[in-house]
């Protein structure tokens, strides 16, 4: 790896950047919670969006630790604690995208219809998008996949930085190559 390319990544995965991405995902699923409920009335959608968004939450959380140097003090049960459930319901979040892209395709939803070319008017003539109103599983698939990503992200960067802090225990030093562990 060249030094442009590490000073690359080192950009892209410093912790403002995920912090920046992750405020970006909370945002995105607080107004996607709000259109599903007020415009398009699809509450499976809205209950995964917020679950999702929730699981967010709690990667801003930690990942502000992180910057703010808090979580040195966590005890590694905390850590214990966190990863498999986040596994568990990431697995769940999966099955559920599944099972929702399944029925959703044998049901026959769609995300929304366009009506075809009128070869003869050289136009297109599109519908009202009337397959996006009530409940349509597509978009609950969707956000229960987003759930996954959300969930393994957080037991991910918590089996990693247990992993930090109990080399750093063992052997007095704490080498940094992705997850940034300041000592005090």
Sequence with gaps: MTAENRGFCQLICHINVRIGWTIFGIVFGISAILTYAIKF????AT????????FACETLYLYWALKKNTIVNWKSSTFQLMIWPNVFIGL??????LVCYIIAGITHQGAGSIQGWSLFKCSIYFSKFAAMYGENLWFTGSWSLVITKWTWQNAFFARKYLNKIG?????????????EVIKS
């Design 167 to 179: 080399t750093a225990s063992e052997d007095g030093d704490i080498d940094d190559d992705d997850v």
């Design 41 to 44: 009335h699809n509450w499976s």
């Design 92 to 97: 769940l979040g999966l099955l559920g995208c």
């Design 47 to 54: 209950a995964t969006t917020a679950i999702a968004t929730l």
